[in-house]
């Protein structure tokens, strides 16, 4: 399966990719169904790089997000997190 490279598609993969080269990460935003995290995954896919989506939600909690993030870490991996915005805030303010 390939994405249609769109005008938008093409903006996020050069503004994605510049980040990655200045050592930062990227965080698409839009409105919902718009293909952001499909948009991820495709740029991942033609960097040859493991990529893992998270469904986020308010049940999650520090340790787990801890131990997600150690995991990507020492795989290399990218992590995709899908609903970021459920994340409840006092989890957010402490793994920010």
């Not at 993969?13 to 930062?24: E, P, V």
């Not at 948009?39 to 997600?68: P, Q, W």
């Amino acid at each position: 399966f390939r994405l249609v490279i769109t005008p938008l598609t093409d903006r996020c993969y050069m503004t994605l990719t510049t980040a990655l080269s200045l050592a930062r990460g990227g965080s698409p935003m839009g409105p919902a169904g718009t293909g952001k995290t499909e948009t991820v995954k495709d740029l991942a896919k033609n960097m040859a790089i493991n990529i893992y989506v998270f469904n986020c939600s308010d049940e999650m909690s520090v340790d787990g997000l801890a131990r997600t993030y150690k995991g990507l870490a020492q795989s290399g991996s990218w992590g995709c997190f899908d609903e970021f915005n459920r994340i409840l805030i006092e989890v957010l303010s402490v793994i920010a």
